[in-house]
């Protein structure tokens, strides 16, 4: 099975180019980072602090986490319950970005992560996908732009789903989330050593898209990314 691993800081626009990626290639996307936040909205609504290891250790035998793909879709379902935008508030992000620091986490999903890469063609997106969860990816990709470009993106989400927010405010707290998550001693977000860097604060997702097919055709061949189209095991 072929493993694209695209990973980078938020709002660099990771989820969206993935998700065009797989629909163009016809093959499965997963969101990593839905998994770490699914488990920050289910510590969130018990009233726990994020960061408290103890806590969260505590409450994983407590959650069940389902990965579905419906429609060609990625849904995830938190004790039964898909959680649909819940995971995408200002707040999901920070309580994602704390408990995926959470060893005990990490290892939690692990397996659930693997697993998927381990039956189908993906395009995988998130936190440590080239150096952990899939080293062995052919395609690696580093996705990152100016932070001032990533809030204007994240701002226009947000507003998009009908969330009141300040570009200053999100630009703000992106700042505090990029200090935070690359400065950390579990799974900092920096790239893999064979991992290609990829700046697209100029670029639009289609052409985003076709910066990392030239990637793929360049470290797999046109043969091989032919091959891809419509395998999918979904």
Known sequence: MIQIAIEGPGGAGKSTVAKALAKSLGIVYVDTGALYRTVGVAALSRGLDTKDAAALESLLPEIEID???????????????????????????????????????????????RRIAQKNHVVMDGRDIGTVILPDAPVKIFMTASPEARARRRTLELR?????????????EMNERDAQ???????????????????????????????????????LGEDVIDEMKGLSKL
């Open 67 to 113: 990965v579905r793909f419906e429609n060609g879709v990625q849904s995830v379902y938190l004790n039964g319950e898909n959680l649909g935008d819940r995971i995408r508030t200002p707040e999901a992000s920070m309580a994602a970005s704390n408990v995926s620091a959470i060893p005990a986490v990490r290892a939690f999903l692990l397996d659930t992560q």
């Open 160 to 172: 998009e789903k009908g969330m009141e927010v300040r570009y200053e405010d999100v630009l703000r």
């Open 181 to 219: 998550d690359s400065g950390r001693a579990i799974a900092p977000a920096i790239p893999a050593a064979d991992a290609v860097m990829l700046d697209n604060s100029d670029l639009d997702i289609d052409g985003t898209v076709d910066a990392v097919i030239a990637v793929m055709k360049e470290k």
